[in-house]
């Protein structure tokens, strides 16, 4: 179905919007919206889901981690695969947030609040894996850095470690991004909310704003440094995770372009999830004049230039693995390809590479089903790469007697079902609690909008 697109002159909001009736509509989502019957089944799902996750780590805490199908040549399975793979979706809020900010591109507006939610959310899925893959995470703090008695210090020359730093500054960093951009929203529902208690969590959470010429200011200098320090994370990050293959000498791994080849996945992979989360919610509450198709067309856009950078890094490890030749990286790409796996690999590329080229056409692009089908196809596509990587590289090591099979076991699905059950949960809170879009930055989208007057927050 394709809709007409915004008229106004940026394209990035439907004509006929005052300020007053921006503040309206969006606040009335989370004030006077009566709860519904899909929000209510969402977060049923979700909670469903996410006391499967709990069964789940602890059966995982009580009996170990044997209940995971890791076995002798692949010591790496479900958790590595979905720990990279949830990171790689939230990069997608610290781009739009971060590097589309400071580039000023008006378009992020109706789309960047529900992204930086959507990698807290993320990044918070993602931090269980590494710390349920240790078998004791009681002792997590080990890997920090800490004076003690013990004199244990981490080992600095571990992929964990830098896991641990990369992805502890990444996620406190989008969570600070985050809530300052809230705070002026924070502002509006205490100030329109009817209810004692709302007004006093949300006047707590909102600081004491009071739409000051200093209060602006301040927040204008701390919201603009705060993105100038995201933007570097959206590189190094993935760039760490990278790391955790391209230092080792595992055929399939050990290569160079795998920093800027993750990166471009990570970006590919989190555009599809907004798109995915993006047009139901557009949909449901009724968001079309603010979410238009301008915003879905660039979005597609993007997924179509990041799909190209993905299939670039495909085929050079096809090249290299051939031009080096070296025996045993000649033998995994001939196993990609023939061997046991094969489906999977097949499965990737159609899903990452083929699928996504319909987005070469204007009416793809603005085609809601087509989008959200693209999308879907796309994650299932870079999860399927995150396997490949992982279980064909350590399934077939040097010698023959190292060779063996991986499948995830029913507790390797529960917990990964389990942790989109978590993420679904935190969504529909979000949407129940908080604005989905950025009232105050929209307001200064309008035409009547002056630079620095940013309107009553009321």
Same mark, same amino acid.
């Given at each position: 179905?394709?809709?007409?697109q915004?008229?106004?002159?940026?394209?990035?909001?439907?004509?006929?919007?005052?300020m007053?009736?921006?503040?309206?509509?969006?606040?009335?989502?989370?004030?006077?919206?009566?709860?519904?019957?899909?929000?209510l089944?969402?977060?049923?799902l979700?909670?469903i889901?996410?006391?499967?996750?709990?069964?789940?780590?602890?059966?995982l805490?009580v009996?170990?981690?044997?209940?995971?199908?890791?076995?002798?040549?692949?010591?790496?399975?479900?958790?590595?695969?979905?720990?990279?793979?949830?990171?790689?979706?939230?990069?997608?809020?610290?781009?739009? @947030?971060?590097?589309?900010?400071?580039?000023r591109?008006?378009?992020?507006?109706?789309?960047?609040?529900?992204?930086?939610?959507?990698?807290?959310?993320?990044?918070?899925?993602?931090?269980?894996?590494?710390?349920?893959?240790?078998?004791?995470?009681?002792?997590?703090?080990?890997?920090?850095?800490?004076?003690?008695?013990?004199?244990?210090?981490?080992?600095?020359?571990?992929?964990?470690?830098?896991?641990?730093?990369?992805? @502890?500054?990444?996620?406190?960093?989008?969570?600070?991004?985050?809530?300052?951009?809230?705070?002026?929203?924070?502002?509006?529902?205490?100030?329109?909310t009817?209810?004692?208690?709302?007004?006093m969590?949300?006047?707590?959470?909102?600081?004491?704003?009071?739409?000051?010429?200093?209060?602006?200011?301040?927040?204008?200098?701390?919201?603009?440094?705060?993105?100038?320090?995201?933007?570097?994370?959206?590189?190094?990050?993935?760039?760490?995770?990278?790391?955790?293959?391209a230092?080792?000498?595992?055929?399939?791994?050990?290569?160079?372009?795998?920093?800027?080849y993750?990166?471009?996945?990570?970006?590919?992979?989190?555009?599809a999830?907004?798109?995915?989360?993006?047009?139901?919610?557009r949909?449901?509450?009724?968001?079309?004049?603010?979410?238009?198709?301008?915003?879905?067309?660039?979005?597609?856009?993007?997924?179509l230039?990041?799909?190209?950078?993905?299939?670039?890094?495909?085929?050079?490890?096809?090249?290299?693995?051939?031009?080096?030749?070296?025996?045993?990286?000649?033998?995994?790409?001939?196993?990609?390809?023939?061997?046991?796996y094969?489906?999977?690999?097949?499965?990737?590329?159609?899903?990452?590479?083929?699928?996504?080229?319909?987005?070469?056409?204007?009416?793809?692009?603005?085609?809601?089903?087509?989008?959200?089908?693209?999308?879907?196809?796309?994650?299932?596509g870079?999860?399927?790469?995150?396997?490949?990587?992982?279980?064909?590289?350590? @399934?077939?090591?040097?010698?023959? @007697?190292?060779?063996?099979?991986?499948?995830?076991?029913?507790?390797?699905?529960?917990?990964?079902?389990?942790?989109?059950?978590?993420?679904?949960?935190?969504?529909?809170?979000?949407?129940?609690?908080?604005?989905?879009?950025?009232?105050?930055?929209m307001?200064?989208?309008?035409?009547?909008?002056?630079v620095?007057?940013?309107?009553?927050?009321?």
């Open positions: 179905m394709t809709e007409p915004a008229t106004t002159g940026q394209q990035v909001l439907a004509p006929g919007h005052s007053a009736s921006i503040t309206d509509k969006v606040s009335a989502i989370v004030l006077t919206r009566p709860v519904g019957k899909r929000w089944f969402g977060f049923t979700g909670f889901l996410t006391c499967v996750l709990f069964t789940t780590i602890a059966n805490l009996t170990g981690v044997g209940i995971w199908g890791l076995n002798a040549p692949v010591g790496w399975g479900f958790d590595i695969i979905n720990f990279v793979w949830w990171i790689g979706i939230g990069h997608a809020g610290t781009l739009i @947030s971060a590097i589309l900010l400071l580039l591109q008006n378009w992020r507006t109706s789309i960047n609040r529900f992204a930086e939610a959507m990698t807290l959310f993320a990044v918070s899925c993602a931090g269980l894996y590494p710390l349920l893959h240790m078998g004791r995470p009681w002792f997590f703090y080990w890997l920090m850095p800490i004076p003690n008695t013990m004199e244990l210090w981490p080992q600095w020359r571990s992929p964990l470690i830098w896991d641990v730093f990369a992805v @502890s500054t990444y996620a406190s960093v989008s969570a600070l991004f985050w809530y300052v951009g809230l705070i002026p929203d924070l502002a509006t529902l205490r100030d329109r009817t209810s004692r208690l709302g007004r969590v949300y006047g707590v959470l909102a600081m004491g704003w009071r739409n000051s010429a200093k209060h602006w200011h301040q927040y204008e200098t701390a919201y603009n440094l705060l993105a100038g320090l995201c933007t570097p994370l959206v590189v190094s990050v993935h760039t760490v995770v990278s790391f955790d293959f230092v080792g000498v595992v055929p399939g791994w050990h290569a160079t372009v795998f920093p800027p993750f990166v471009a996945g990570a970006i590919f992979a989190g555009f999830m907004v798109l995915i989360l993006c047009i139901p919610i949909a449901v509450y009724g968001l079309q004049d603010f979410i238009t198709m301008k915003h879905l067309e660039n979005m597609g856009k993007i997924l230039a990041t799909c190209l950078m993905v299939s670039y890094g495909y085929a050079m490890e096809i090249f290299t693995a051939f031009y080096t030749a070296n025996t045993y990286e000649e033998y995994l790409m001939h196993n990609r390809l023939h061997g046991p094969a489906t999977s690999y097949y499965a990737l590329w159609f899903c990452n590479l083929i699928v996504p080229q319909v987005l070469w056409f204007k009416w793809a692009r603005t085609n809601v089903w087509v989008l959200f089908i693209v999308s879907l196809a796309v994650s299932v870079m999860w399927l790469e995150r396997f490949v990587i992982i279980v064909l590289s350590l @399934s077939r090591d040097f010698m023959p @007697s190292m060779w063996g099979q991986y499948r995830g076991t029913p507790w390797d699905w529960s917990m990964y079902v389990g942790t989109i059950g978590l993420f679904i949960t935190l969504l529909f809170l979000f949407l129940r609690f908080l604005p989905v879009i950025s009232i105050f930055e307001r200064t989208l309008l035409p009547e909008a002056k620095g007057d940013h309107g009553e927050h009321s």
